[in-house]
């Protein structure tokens, strides 16, 4: 098992920037890719970024492209997502998540953290 814990939501205003945070343990967190979602009210969870287990290469989401990224230190287990320039549609339950497929970070990683809320207002 995996456990993920993040950490770094809260509130912020339009324009700001928040560093999202999400601690792995028990297991070897270089085995795996990471990954971050999003679900904002009523809406269905989204893929936002991945990264490999090495953190050389990193995918995302378009809708988030030049705005976010996501980074991994592997000798802290942790990854993070800094997020720039937010705006008030930002505002979701932030989760990341694991998986020794880098392709199902995508589609449906087996290991998820408890989220994170992240509000923007106007």
């Known amino acids: 098992q995996v456990q993920l814990v993040e950490s770094g939501g809260g509130l912020v205003q339009a324009g700001g920037s928040l560093r999202l945070s999400c601690a792995a343990s028990g297991r070897t967190f270089s085995n795996y890719g990471m990954g971050w979602f999003r679900q904002a009210p009523g809406k269905e969870r989204e893929f936002i970024a991945r990264i490999t287990r090495s953190g050389g290469v990193a995918d995302y989401a378009d809708s988030v492209k030049g705005r976010f990224s996501i980074s991994r230190d592997n000798a802290k287990n942790t990854v993070y997502l800094e997020m720039n320039s937010l705006k008030p549609e930002h505002t979701a339950v932030y989760y990341c998540?694991?998986?020794?497929?880098?392709?199902?970070?995508?589609?449906?990683?087996?290991?998820w953290g408890q989220g994170t809320q992240v509000t923007v207002s106007s």
């Open positions: 998540a694991a998986d020794s497929s880098y392709n199902r970070l995508v589609t449906g990683p087996a290991y």
